[in-house]
C-alpha cells in the first residue's frame, strides 16, 4: 500500500509542514502546536491547506 506526502499549511500560523496522508498519529504543527491531522484508520483527517502534494514514487 502507498500513500502520498502532503504540504499542508497551518491554518492557525501558515507553517508548512510535510505529512504523510495515511498518517497514523497525529500530527501537530512544529510552530504552535495547532493538529494538522488527525488519524482515521484510512487516510488522516487534515486540518488546515494542502499546498502540494508529493507522490511517492
Ligand atoms: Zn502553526
Redesign the pocket.
Known sequence: MTGRFLTVA??????EATIFDRASTVVT??????V?AEPTGGKATLFGEVVEIVEER
Open positions: 497551518c491554518g492557525e500560523c501558515e507553517h504543527c512544529s510552530e504552535c502546536d495547532a494538522l
